[in-house]
């Protein structure tokens, strides 16, 4: 593995030596300055956006004689288009602003006679012996307001406040705290993780440069079939590991770089299981395309699905807890101080490294000229899964690890249909469902249409699925998954699992269909009886 | 000179190119409306008309129904009863109050969405006893009163503002990468030299490379445009906002050309390629000036710099048509 290693290095050398290094060097540097540039001027993109009849001491508005809105009579009028509307929105934020500064100034203290603290407390820790309390002194009492990460000391400061501001000297040291950490409810905000997102953007970025640069020379040596000279001098895995492992050091190091700089040194542990998935994704993407331009685009595409899958559960880590599964809201909690549980740990690396295996298996059972050099995506699919399971215990093992692949595009399917219309949400969703599950039992029994690979697969996905509900995981989607029964998705699966071996002789693409449609027909059954 | 257009055209399609860039772009606007939802969910909970169905319970100063003495609210609070707790303790008639939330994000998150709406009501009407105006603007559409609701302007800005401007520079990356693809094909696969004993001159077929991922590309705009106005968002001004967006591709694709002719390796002309693109995206989505941005605005119908717009389009495609000066591909 390091002979291919070295052999790698020296090939990158080669390329990225002397000019080439400089002018790289160079463009990093214009890119580096001109985020920085955008950094420094700020944003102006919104600039005169809305149009108004008079004139708004606002940045986003102009005037004009076909404005989006009309101020007359201090009345508001809009027409029914969503840049009227938008306008209107945006003046009355800058309203309320401006009448909050003339309240504030006018009337002073008075302007807010609702002042907002917020406390977050473990309900389970609050003990009845805090409560009952003696007030102690408020300087200490406000301080914990303010800073205070402890259960205990919040509850002691919460219950305090309201009990022991009897004395004039309490209430003076009391107002004088208040400025600092009470706030109008106007004020109020939800945690916010925007920051935090960029944060975790910066360890992954340079990474996906690395990538980039692995799956070229990788597609470079595939379609100049170097990989077959080199084949004959190296095993496999040797031959894929030792491409893969300069790279892949070279973004440990730089996700390493940012973690040290961040001052959370293991850190860069949450970006592994993404990067490695970035990875054998790309390696087996290479694998299965022809030329440059079908590389391009699905290494394109592979990387937006990662990247979304990585990402978009940590933006919506406040509301869903499923959001646990990606490492990135973990490596965000982790950064912010919060205690991880093991569980979620586990189950999210895991996932990660399974995909990753999974793939970088079937990469290894594509080094091979038919699938290389073929035609249809598809047919590789099914001549990969034919060289890879080569029995019913394997059949069932990759039916049952495959559940982290039908995970992963369930999500996306979640994703996908909710930008469609409220009806058409659940039809779409069960259809969604029913197309990546039966697909995936049908590429891994097209392996060899038998029955009992047909009843070993269902069995695997079946187990699979049963241990992500295990996990509590699909919970709150359980109507969508159906994942409440136990006798009758077992059955279903059974059943189109046999369907496809039975069919398969007909025509590939017909045994998928007849299956899919029977599995999305019991969905909506099951769905409608239980609504 | 069109039938290497023509065969690099029919390649793009064959292998599935088309399809997988309109997938990419439905899915860029798919999940970037997500992403929005999501974040307005977050911030900004009324614009749904989402306030959910917490239950508060208040102790000391009352000004809800469901009130409480402190230990039984925190009692309530601590066996779930409640969603949490507001204590409210009133000094020279400011109302100061705690308020006790879950150490949950989650649950946080929703239940103070709904205290901020019952505060700011209470504040309100605080307001009208002691005498301090509150705001008191009505909108109107037609004779009609109506509510707007908060964040619609975010909404606005992200769709012509981001997601327009990253749709058109997705488009302008994707279609130099094909460049990039097709001129470092033709040279370290050697089919150039074939190229080149035909009667074709080297300028015909630099022409021809760039010319492919322009029609390719053009045809993609005018997909995500037509899309855009099928989901109801507005597009003012189709032609200008398309011609802009072209205009952003041929300087990218002129960018890409040059890199590969000079290069002439895949490898290096996509890595400094990539590298510069990613530099310049927060220069491209966030000011006035930037083309991309410009796209989104005459979208939506905003004023832009027109003498800009029109040097930037004019000077892209005199580097378009530069660029077979500039690289030349001949022999290797």
Redesign the interface.
């Known amino acids: 593995m390091l002979k291919v290693a070295k052999f790698e290095i020296r090939k990158s050398g080669k ?2 030596g002397g000019v ?1 290094l400089l ?2 060097v160079f ?2 540097a ?3 300055s ?2 920085y ?3 420094l ?11 108004a009849n008079i004139e708004v001491n606002l940045e986003t508005f ?1 005037t004009s004689s076909n404005p989006d809105l009309v101020v007359l009579d ?10 009227s ?6 003046l ?2 800058y ?2 602003e401006e ?1 909050r500064k003339r ?1 504030e100034s006018e ?1 002073g ?16 820790k ?1 003990t ?1 012996e805090e ?1 009952e309390k003696p007030p102690g002194t408020d300087e200490k009492v406000s301080e914990t307001v303010s800073t205070s990460d402890s ?1 205990l000391e919040t509850t002691t400061a ?2 305090t ?3 022991g ?1 009897t004395t004039a000297a309490a ?1 003076e040291n ?2 004088q705290e ?1 400025e600092n950490t ?1 706030i ?3 004020d ?4 916010s993780l ?1 920051d935090r997102m960029v944060l975790a953007f910066l360890f992954v ?1 340079p990474s996906y ?1 690395a990538v ?2 692995f799956s ?2 990788l597609t ?1 040596d595939k ?2 079939r170097r990989l077959e000279v080199l084949l004959s001098a190296t095993g496999r895995s040797d031959l894929i590991f030792g491409k893969m492992f300069p790279y892949f050091l070279l973004s440990l190091l730089s996700a390493l770089a940012v973690s040290i700089y961040l001052n959370s040194i293991l850190a860069f542990l949450f970006v592994i299981p993404v990067v490695i998935l970035m990875f054998s994704a790309q390696t087996f993407v290479v694998m299965i395309s ?5 590389a ?3 290494l ?2 592979v990387s ?1 699905l990662i990247t ?1 899958y990585a990402f ?1 559960p940590a ?7 499923l959001s646990k599964i990606s490492p990135i809201t973990l490596l965000l909690a982790y950064i912010h101080g919060e205690e991880l549980a093991v569980a979620d740990l586990a189950l999210s690396f895991v996932h990660y490294f399974i995909m990753a295996f999974m793939l970088l298996y079937f990469s290894m059972k594509a080094l091979n000229p038919d699938i290389s050099y073929g035609r249809e995506i598809f047919h590789k699919l099914v001549e990969i899964s034919r060289l890879s399971i080569r029995s019913d215990y394997a059949a069932f093992i990759f039916a049952f690890l495959s559940i982290s692949f039908a995970f992963m595009a369930e999500l996306f399917a979640i ?2 249909v ?2 469609l219309p409220r009806q058409m949400m659940i039809p779409a969703m069960l259809i969604s469902i029913a197309v990546v599950e039966e697909f995936i039992k049908g590429i891994i029994i097209f392996s060899s249409p038998t029955l009992s690979r047909a009843v070993f697969t269902a069995l695997g996905f079946f187990l699979g699925e049963k241990i992500l509900i295990l996990f509590n995981l699909l919970q709150e989607y359980s109507i969508a998954f159906l994942g409440q029964f136990l006798v009758l998705p077992l059955i279903l699966h059974i059943v189109t699992a046999l369907s496809i071996a039975l069919m398969a002789k007909k025509g590939y693409r017909k045994a998928l269909g007849l299956a899919i449609a029977l599995h999305a027909a019991y969905d909506y059954a099951v769905v409608m009886l239980l609504a | 000179m069109l039938e290497i257009v023509k065969k690099d055209l029919k390649l793009m399609f064959r292998e599935r190119t088309f399809v997988s860039i309109v997938f990419l772009m439905v899915f860029v606007a798919g999940i970037s409306s997500i992403v929005t939802f999501g974040l307005i969910m977050l911030y900004n909970p009324d614009y749904l008309g989402f306030y959910g169905s917490s239950k508060v319970a208040v102790a000391g100063e009352c000004f809800t129904e469901r009130c409480y003495d402190e230990k039984t609210a925190m009692e309530l609070f601590k066996s779930g009863k409640v969603d949490a707790v507001l204590i409210v303790s009133d000094l020279n008639g400011i109302k100061y109050v705690d308020v006790i939330v879950p150490d949950d994000e989650i649950k946080a998150a929703q239940v103070l969405g709904y205290i901020k709406k019952l505060l700011t009501d209470y504040e309100e009407r605080l307001r009208s006893v002691y005498g301090v105006p509150n705001l008191e603007m009505k909108v109107y559409s037609g004779s009609k009163e109506i509510e707007i609701p908060s964040g619609s302007s975010t909404v606005f800005k992200f769709i012509y503002l981001i997601l327009i401007p990253l749709l058109s520079i997705t488009t302008a990356v994707v279609a130099a990468g094909m460049t990039i693809d097709s001129v470092c094909e033709e040279i370290q696969s050697r089919s150039i030299e074939v190229l080149l004993s035909t009667p074709l001159t080297p300028f015909k077929i630099s022409i021809s490379k760039v010319a492919s991922p322009m029609i390719f590309s053009s045809l993609v705009t005018a997909l995500w445009l037509m899309l855009l106005a099928l989901n109801k968002v507005d597009i003012v001004n189709p032609l200008p906002a398309f011609a802009i967006s072209i205009s952003i591709t041929a300087f990218f694709v002129s960018a890409g050309y040059i890199m590969a002719a000079k290069l002439r390796d895949r490898e290096r002309a996509q890595l400094l390629f990539s590298i510069l693109a990613a530099g310049s995206l927060p220069l491209m989505v966030t000011k006035y000036n930037s083309p991309a941005v410009m796209v989104g605005r005459i979208a939506a119908g905003a004023e832009i710099d027109f003498v800009i717009a029109t040097i930037f389009s004019v000077a892209s495609f005199a580097l378009l048509a530069a660029s077979p000066f500039i690289g030349k591909i001949d022999r290797v």
Do not use: C, N
Not at chain 1, 188 to 191: C, N
Not at chain 1, 290 to 294: I, T, V
């Open positions: 390329r990225y080439s002018l790289i463009a990093v214009i890119s580096v001109m985020s540039a955008s950094i001027t700020g944003i102006d993109s919104d600039r005169g956006i809305y149009s102009t201090g009345k508001i009028f809009v027409e029914q288009s969503d840049k509307l938008a306008a209107a929105d945006e009355l934020k309203l309320k009448h309240i009337f203290e008075m302007a807010h006679p609702v002042r907002v603290s917020i406390l977050y407390l473990e309900p389970s609050i009845t409560k259960a919460a219950i406040i309201t009990t501001t209430e009391l107002t208040q009470y109008p409810p106007e109020i905000k939800p945690p925007v970025i440069f980039q640069v070229s020379s470079e379609i100049l022809r030329s440059y331009r079908e391009t685009f699905l394109l595409v937006l979304i978009i933006v919506f880590s406040t509301a869903i807890p994703l996908a909710f930008i």
